[in-house]
């Protein structure tokens, strides 16, 4: 089954203690993005990587590292997070570019 | 950047009833896509669009990529309370940089 799978799928922690949210794909497929979702605002593109290694900037990048060693994993980096990032967070995949299966979503919030 | 406006933000609708809903964009893109995200989960795909002028249907789902390259619609026929969901248009211009509207969230009465 095609899947895409965001850990954890919640997390409440504090200002500045370092986090990981992890994303993974069973499709072999090329590119992956991330996104933010929040009330009123619909989906906003954080990074997005079009392979092993290739990784750019999307709408809002501030704040968060992404990396891409291996064409299955994407892990999204708050390495100081902050309360202007608690927000619902989606990971995608896809052919051609474009993000064709979403994750569940992580919900994440900074005290 | 980019803006892409999408409307209505709401729609509250009878069963069998037909919906529309449409993004309209500062500039021209790409690509158009169209998905559903009922709660509690992520985005599901229901519609690419990739030309100018090109209507794609899936099922009682039917988009346009518009003329003008800065507009699409979404039209559900006949909708069924399992159409509720919030549906989101995205759009880009190079594949890479995906922008999405703020979502139509629709509901639907029996």
């Known amino acids: 089954e095609a899947q895409v799978t965001q850990n954890p799928r919640y997390l409440i922690t504090v200002t500045g203690k370092k986090l990981t949210v992890t994303c993974s794909q069973n499709?072999?497929?090329?590119?992956m993005s991330w996104y933010r979702q929040d009330p009123g605002l619909g989906l906003r593109q954080i990074y997005y990587s079009m392979n092993v290694e290739v990784t750019d900037k999307g709408d809002v990048p501030e704040g968060y590292k992404v990396s891409r060693k291996e064409k299955r994993n994407f892990p999204l980096i708050l390495e100081s997070p902050s309360p202007n990032q608690t927000s619902l967070y989606f990971c995608a995949s896809g052919g051609g570019n474009q993000p064709q299966h979403f994750g569940d979503g992580t919900r994440l919030s900074i005290l | 950047g980019q803006q892409l406006n999408q409307s209505p933000q709401s729609m509250f609708i009878q069963e069998g009833e037909d919906v529309s809903m449409n993004c309209t964009s500062s500039?021209?893109?790409?690509?158009w896509l169209w998905y559903k995200q009922d709660p509690g989960e992520g985005p599901v795909l229901l519609i690419a669009?990739?030309?100018?002028?090109e209507l794609t249907s899936n099922g009682r789902l039917t988009a346009q990529f518009g003329i003008t390259r800065k507009d699409s619609f979404l039209n559900i026929s006949a909708s069924i309370p399992s159409d509720v969901g919030i549906y989101f248009c995205a759009g880009s211009y190079n594949n890479n940089d995906m922008r999405f509207g703020a979502g139509t969230r629709l509901t639907v009465k029996p």
């Open positions: 500039s021209i893109f790409n690509t």
């Open positions: 499709m072999n497929h090329e590119y």
């Open positions: 669009l990739y030309k100018a002028g």
